[in-house]
């Protein structure tokens, strides 16, 4: 009896560690053109500061400065820039599949989202990152809610104030 329950925690606690490093995993490996303003260092250093209890900021490609807001077991969520936002979700299909959706959130004049869907194990080709962006399967369309849309009209549209 002793075996099995200390077999059971062993099991337990193993599952519980890899669920906790998976998101952490995903997101530090992932093509950077997927994210292309965060080096592989930028993203190491935002979860090292994060973890140390420390503002996680870095200073991103283009500049400016990248903020962690939120990282718990199924989600990671940055203030890329001072008008955009990029969330990390992991997704449980009714099969047990993961696939990971990520939402860009852009601040212009309106607030619009885009959503990807990015499964790092697919079979399809390594090396070309957009291959492994698509639509949600049909199994998941209804559980996850709509993604708001841009505007009719795009923002630039406007005429500028001088």
Sequence with gaps: MKRLLFSFLLLLSAAW????????????????????????NDRLD????????????????????TTLL???DTTICLQLTAV??????????????????I????????????EEWYDPKSEQDKFDPSKTLS???ALMANSIPAPRHAPQHPPYSRPLAD
């Design 17 to 40: 560690a890899s669920a906790q490093t998976d998101i952490n995993t995903v997101f530090v490996c992932m093509p950077d053109s997927l994210l292309p303003l965060l080096t592989r």
């Design 46 to 65: 935002l979860l090292d500061y994060h973890k140390a209890g420390m503002e996680a900021r870095v200073t991103n490609q283009m500049g400016g400065t």
């Design 70 to 72: 939120e990282r718990n």
């Design 84 to 101: 955009s936002r990029w969330r990390i979700t992991i997704v449980i299909d009714t099969f047990g599949a993961v696939r990971y959706r």
């Design 103 to 114: 939402t860009k959130t852009f601040f212009l004049p309106e607030e619009w989202q885009r």
């Design 135 to 137: 639509e949600p399967p």
